[in-house]
């Protein structure tokens, strides 16, 4: 512990985010000089990793919350060798590693994208749940901890609320949570927004909760040493710190606590730039210099990270010749290895709702699949995931030996979670919910999309034929929204999502087979509510050609030279069934049916594939409970989609269908008129 080697770290973390914004003429300078007390600290003397194997499994996890302050971890982690000079004077640049908003790069000890409020924090219980999930498993030897840092955006972000509450309830003890408390937002002071007592917020919730001068490394070292040591709640260290700390005018006078130094370069503001890299200690000619007595310091502190990890290492090492069975269970589990799954060998009834199949999917995972979680947002017994909970229990204070979480009412807290405990690894995450209530989980299912997390989303009710709980509850426009990120490509050129609407139980087996299968991106399935005719099979075996599905689309029923194509997915494919029997019978016309559970899958076919699936030169007729929108593009310019596009109203499904024109008759009807 050395006080004056800690204020010059400290002070040139301060430096370098002020040059890093004011070069780069864009960013949040204030917030960093104010948590870079608290960030010195924590890593050269609390965090545990392994600076030579930075994707070490059971190292300490930072998870940030306040995107907008990634200087501060640029800065830091410049400091412990993570990032060259280059990088850091590169801020915001194109082709940098330093982006203007933190973007998952563990190998920099980047462990989440962040910038969105709220959603980082919540991330950051989601690896804990997965910690304590995992150590449940394999012993108390895995005891690293997940830290948080947070701001007052992401308190007053209401997806805090649900973190909290699940956290508290949960007893989390390994998760530590900084919140730089300055009292300065964007554009506001904080009393012109919130009276709220944060403090006691979060103790009512089931937190430890202490308040710190944020700049006292005394009192930092304390707070954090008493959060290693809880073991029955998680801590929130509310640090009292200063807005742009370290600022001066270009007399010296100091200029802290503005809320222009939020988010404005220095030099834009009423502090002076150059004076205020003099009064941190940094050369105005080489501002992204680490100080050399800092670098000295730095150096130490790595060797040291290095042996201590080593040190656990050892522990871990005769943990894992005691146990060798176990050993060989947990690699399986961090490498993301699946076990020999038969989707074939899972029974379903005659004509039941796409959910119901889900269920016995799932009571079929909970038996075979040791790692997995399965959350509900208050809906077990309606969206069906209690087919795993039947077979496992809940999730709850001192006892993680379960595997499902019961959410509560908090889609959006649920689904970042559920990217939390992705993120940790280990783990396979798999959240429920209606499907209209998908519009609450949006922001994170981007950032699954973006992080490239195989978060399985599975939303039920799919359709207006939720009935009679009438327009709020029926989605209509949902599946093109989620639709649409199956035509959006991530970072690694990959269709960035994988939305599946199977069109009956087999299918639904195969839909799950792919969901399993996909360890890329997040993947949506999308279930009835009601009851639906199981597709004929032309073989025999329903699975074997369900599996088409692996396709993205394929023929449910082919004759040669078809007259007309129907294409549909989800329920309607069975009522493209009963009108072609009717076009066949009344009509004498030759029809394929096809079912389109994934359009972005389908279109990564080769070309010979999707024109026998779906010809050119032939007549296309879609059909599709949502928004026209959903088939367009698949029927082409020459075919016709029949669908909604209007909201739903409040009546039994069966009289939806009929005033809606969803009935085999009507689409019968509808196929002739195109025709013609």
């Known amino acids: 512990m050395n006080n004056e080697l800690d204020q010059l770290a400290a002070d040139n973390i301060r430096a370098l985010a002020v040059a890093m914004v004011e070069k780069a003429n864009s960013g949040h300078p204030g917030g960093p000089m104010g948590g870079a007390d608290y960030m010195h600290i924590l890593y050269s003397e609390f965090f545990n990793y392994d600076p ?42 194109w082709g940098s590693v330093t982006p203007g908003h933190p973007e998952v790069d563990v190998a920099r000890g980047i462990e989440n994208t962040s910038g969105p409020l709220g959603q980082g924090h919540t991330m950051g219980v989601g690896a804990a749940v997965a910690a304590n999930f995992l150590k449940a498993r394999f012993g108390d030897w895995m005891n690293h901890k997940i830290y948080g840092f947070i701001s007052d955006g992401g308190v007053q972000e209401e997806i805090s609320q649900g973190a909290g509450r699940i956290a508290g309830h949960l007893g989390l003890s390994n998760f530590i949570m900084f919140y730089d408390s300055n009292d300065v937002q964007l554009s506001s002071k904080t009393d012109e927004v919130t009276s709220e007592d944060t403090a006691k917020k979060y103790e009512a919730w089931g937190w430890k909760v202490v308040t710190i001068d944020g700049h006292d490394h005394d009192q930092i070292r304390k707070a954090l040493t008493d959060a290693n040591a809880e073991t029955e709640k998680p801590t929130l260290i509310i640090g009292e710190t200063i807005m742009g700390k370290g600022c001066v005018t270009a007399d010296g006078t100091p200029y802290e606590g503005y809320t222009e130094l939020h988010g404005k370069p220095i030099g834009d503001t009423g502090a002076d730039y150059e004076k205020t890299l003099l009064n941190l200690g940094a050369d105005v000619a080489n501002p992204f210099d680490i100080y050399s007595k800092v670098e000295e310091y730095y150096e130490g502190i790595i060797n040291k990270k290095k042996d201590e990890a080593q040190a656990k290492k050892r522990e871990i090492d005769a943990w894992r010749s005691e146990n060798a069975e176990l050993s060989a269970k947990l690699d399986g589990f961090l490498e993301g ?101 998908s519009d609450y989980m949006k922001p994170a299912i981007r950032l699954s999309c973006i992080q490239e997390l195989p978060v399985k989303f599975v939303w039920t009710h799919d359709a207006f034929r939720v009935g009679e709980d009438g327009p709020t509850h029926q989605p209509i426009e949902q599946e093109a929204q989620i639709r649409l990120l199956e035509k959006l490509k991530n970072h690694s050129h990959e269709q960035s999502f994988v939305a599946l609407r199977p069109a009956d139980s087999q299918e639904t087996n195969v839909a799950w087979k792919m969901a399993m299968e996909n360890q890329k991106t997040p993947t949506g399935l999308i279930l009835s509510r009601q009851g639906i005719k199981d597709l004929p099979a032309k073989s025999g075996n329903r699975y074997e050609e369900a599996l088409g599905a692996e396709k993205g689309g394929y023929l449910v029923q082919e004759v040669a030279d078809p007259d007309v194509i129907l294409i549909a997915n989800g329920s309607e494919v069975a009522t493209l069934v009963a009108a072609t029997k009717l076009l066949e019978e009344k009509e004498g016309l030759k029809v394929n049916i096809a079912s389109i559970p994934s359009e972005g899958i389908f279109r990564q076919q080769s070309e010979a594939y999707q024109e026998a699936v779906i010809p050119p030169n032939k007549p296309v007729f879609g059909l599709t409970a949502g928004l026209p929108v959903n088939l367009e593009g698949l029927a082409g310019p020459n075919g016709k989609v029949f669908g909604l596009e209007h909201f739903g109203y409040s009546a039994p499904a069966t009289v939806l269908d009929e005033k809606f024109g969803f009935t085999g008759d009507q689409v019968y009807q509808q196929v002739v008129d195109f025709l013609k």
């Open 337 to 437: 290895k699946l076990p020999n799954l038969d989707f074939s060998s899972i029974a379903q009834k005659e004509g039941q709702a796409t959910r119901a199949a889900s269920s016995n999917v799932l009571a079929y995972l909970a038996q075979n699949v040791e790692n997995m979680i399965v959350s509900s947002a208050d809906l077990s017994n309606s969206d069906k995931t209690d087919g795993f909970l039947k077979k496992t229990s809940v999730l709850k204070k001192g006892d993680f030996s379960g595997a499902f979480l019961q959410a509560g009412v908090a889609e959006l807290t649920m689904a970042t979670m559920a990217n939390g405990i992705a993120l940790h690894g280990g783990v396979m995450a798999v959240v429920a919910t209606f499907f209209v209530f």
């Open 52 to 93: 030579s194997d930075m994707k070490w499994p059971f190292r300490d996890r930072f998870f940030m919350d306040a995107g907008h302050l990634s200087t501060l971890m640029y800065a830091q982690y410049y400091l412990l060798g993570n990032y060259s000079k280059d990088d850091v004077s590169n801020f915001r640049q």
